[in-house]
């Protein structure tokens, strides 16, 4: 029996998962004073990430969504990961479902001619920056991101994937 859970392309039947997944890990476990009004594009996934170069995935695990991921198309064959969540249960090397996303993020880069994946991050999240580090992404500075990308509030630590 495989263990995995499955990455799937987002579609509007798996919203309020994913609401519930990010909100609850934002607020919770990190304690970052976030609503979901406060994040606008989690009710425009389709318009807001799937076009151009961006994409949105969640991995399901007995039909509930346990992580997420996007690419946000910022042209010029550059996509911004943004939402990178992983449900407490699921991450580490018995589900892997961190790398599956990634991985399935990265493929789409690659098969849609996209050269960098930037991404901006917390910098409590010390986990998130080792598994980044390993999976190739380098640390950059602030100024070395293209003007468009989007920079949010709490973004202080910023990384870049040259996509091969």
Do not use: C
Request: proline residues 4%; hydrophobic residues 40%; without cysteine.
């Amino acid at each position: 029996m495989d263990n995995s859970p499955i990455v799937k392309q987002y579609s509007n039947e798996h919203q309020a998962q994913v609401i519930d997944l990010i909100l609850h890990i934002q607020q919770q476990e990190y304690n970052i004073p976030i609503t979901k009004n406060d994040q606008p594009d989690l009710f425009t996934i389709e318009e807001f990430y799937q076009t151009g170069n961006g994409n949105f995935w969640v991995a399901i695990y007995n039909d509930k969504v346990v992580g997420t991921i996007s690419l946000l198309d910022i042209d010029d064959n550059r996509v911004a990961l943004r939402k990178m969540f992983v449900n407490k249960e699921f991450r580490g090397e018995k589900f892997k479902t961190a790398s599956l996303l990634l991985n399935t993020a990265i493929k789409w880069a690659k098969e849609n001619s996209v050269k960098v994946v930037y991404l901006g991050t917390t910098p409590q999240f010390l986990a998130a920056h080792r598994f980044y580090e390993k999976n190739g992404f380098t640390s950059i500075g602030l100024n070395e991101l293209p003007e468009n990308f989007p920079v949010l509030q709490v973004d202080k630590k910023f990384y870049q994937y040259l996509v091969q």
